[in-house]
């Protein structure tokens, strides 16, 4: 199993650009979610997904989109990027809905908005 | 909302020593789970241990422990003789019952020196 992969490793965008972050995950998991990760603040949660179909908000949504549509691929969308969105980005899955299971992250991907 | 306080931002010890790694949360809950995670300077994280709230009882894990205590909302871990390769950022989390909103630390960044 490759587990969680995601492409592409690094971007560098202007302001206003857009693009698609890459996340598949090849163990069957229903469960699949979108973090940030920025210097002394942890990990946040940006959207996350229960199953093909079914998306949610996170804590920090807002310039972001997500879609669902096969249980494998759960890709994340910045529309219009702005320099506050220069973060690392790491995709998660997990076996089930709900928290209660162990998350695998993917490599993650480290985005640059000038 | 759920909250993680790791008030220790960075640790720096000798190889051989022993460290605490502090966590602290809050919840409203009385069912929810508790995670540590480890991120090595190659950047993915590494799933250490989940415990659930009902479970009060300490692990060990070879040279790792994890002290729970719900009379004081924390959940520390512990490293034994510490070695070089435990240099790590580490994470502990935090999520409630059934909500997906997993919620981190800002972590305690760990070195360990030879």
């Known amino acids: 199993n490759a587990g969680v992969t995601q492409t592409p490793k690094f971007q560098v965008l202007k302001t206003g650009q857009s693009m698609t972050l890459q996340c598949a995950q090849d163990m069957n998991h229903e469960y699949m979610s979108w973090y940030r990760q920025d210097p002394g603040m942890g990990l946040r949660l940006i959207h996350y997904?229960?199953?093909?179909?079914?998306?949610d908000q996170g804590e920090v949504p807002n310039g972001y989109n997500v879609s669902r549509s096969t249980t494998e691929d759960f890709p994340l969308r910045l529309l219009s990027a702005a320099p506050s969105q220069t973060s690392v980005y790491f995709c998660?899955?997990?076996?089930?809905?709900?928290?209660?299971?162990?998350?695998?992250f993917g490599p993650g991907t480290r985005l640059t908005v000038t | 909302a759920q909250k993680v306080t790791q008030a220790q931002t960075e640790i720096s010890v000798v190889e051989k020593e022993d460290v605490t790694l502090d966590c602290v949360y809050e919840?409203?809950?009385?069912?929810?789970?508790l995670f540590w995670y480890k991120q090595p300077p190659s950047g993915e994280l590494v799933f250490l241990i989940r415990?659930?709230?009902?479970?009060?009882q300490n692990e060990i894990s070879g040279r790792y422990s994890w002290n729970f205590q719900k009379s004081t909302s924390s959940f520390n871990f512990t490293i034994t003789a510490s070695q070089v390769v435990d240099s790590a950022v580490y994470f502990c989390a935090l999520s409630e019952g059934n909500n997906n909103d997993m919620r981190f630390g800002a972590g305690t960044r760990l070195t360990v020196k030879p």
């Open positions: 415990r659930n709230s009902f479970d009060e």
């Open positions: 919840t409203r809950d009385t069912t929810y789970y």
């Open positions: 997904s229960v199953g093909a179909g079914i998306t």
């Open positions: 998660a899955s997990s076996y089930a809905q709900g928290q209660s299971y162990e998350q695998y």
